[in-house]
């Protein structure tokens, strides 16, 4: 098969003639539609990924075969969903096929088109993963729901984002509302999402006075997805006097912790759902396994999928459908790496 490889750091090539992954008992193999971006597939190619693997982790596609002892899929079911790419040759989504343990993936609801569905992964996944979080640091968001029915009293730093467009939709549907950042130019969108309110993140004073303001003296929960002592600051000090939960994406700088003591920070890292212990950073201990990680997504897949599920309920990220299939994927990694793509997914067909 084909398949986009890390040939050295910062130099991905399309190779073909790879092996088609070989089904391990529990799994699925999908012949690849179409693949979306993520920041985290550059940051693998150029700096933690491994020589020889396949990179990307969206994914869309069709149930070719199923290994021993799958029972909820079947040979031509159309799924969706995330793999961890970057690290294993045999694990990438760039490719025309991949293999993933059925528990993991989802059946996209019927009438979702596969370059939609392709937007589920990384990005949905980790915005479900907040609520993950916030059990680990106390405290449930869903406990406080009625508090913060009545304000905008939860902030997405990043609104805008993959992340921050998902978390918008879900917490809207949890009833709870939100106040985002964002530039000007995405305000319409990071509303038709769901967020009740949203402020211009490029002057942090006046955006955390406006935050202050129109909440009434400071959020309760957060998420941070875009990282860095300047994004932080703002997160941090958005929060009200009693503090709360701010769940980030990135790693946390020591000054955001000791700013507001009473706001608990913790950080998510979607990989620990896939549940093994694995080198993140090269020449770092491995991180270890998370079971409870693995058996929450194992439960949130299933409420995910299917006509019922979030997925079908929750927006997909507006697709710019690419093109030039697996060869134009340098092209879109390039856009991530400058920062240059705004509100929206960039999603490539894998030509077969
Ligand atoms: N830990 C994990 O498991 C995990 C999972 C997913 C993602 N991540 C990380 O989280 C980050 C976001 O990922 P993503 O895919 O959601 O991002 P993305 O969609 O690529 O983000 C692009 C958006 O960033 C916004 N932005 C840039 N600077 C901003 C700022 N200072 N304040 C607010 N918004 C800003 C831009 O908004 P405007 O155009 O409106 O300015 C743009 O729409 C990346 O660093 C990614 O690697 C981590």
Redesign the pocket.
Known sequence: MRAFVIEQLKKGTVQSGRAVPKLESGEVLVKVSHVAL???DW?HLDLVGNLDSTLGCDYSGTVESVGEGVSRLKVGDKVCGVVHGGKFPQRGSFAEYLTIKEDFAMVVPSGMSEADAATYG??FC?AAMVRRAEARMGESLLARRSEMQLTHQFLV??G?????LFTLSLLRQLGINSIA???P??FDLVKSYGADHVVD?HDKEAAIKEIQKVTGGGVVGGLE???GDD?FNLSVRAFGEEGGQLTT??LIPDDAIKLRREVKID?????TVFGYSFEFLPGKPHLPAIPEDKAWFIEFVKRAQGDSGLVSTTKANPVDLRQGGLEGINEGLDL?RQ?K???KKLVYKVEQ
């Open positions: 993520n920041p985290t940051k990384v990005g980790t730093s990043g805008s984002t993959s992340v921050g950042t964002a530039s130019h995405s993140y997805c875009i990282g994004n994406l990135t950080r998510i890292l979607l990989y991530l920062n793509v705004s509100g």
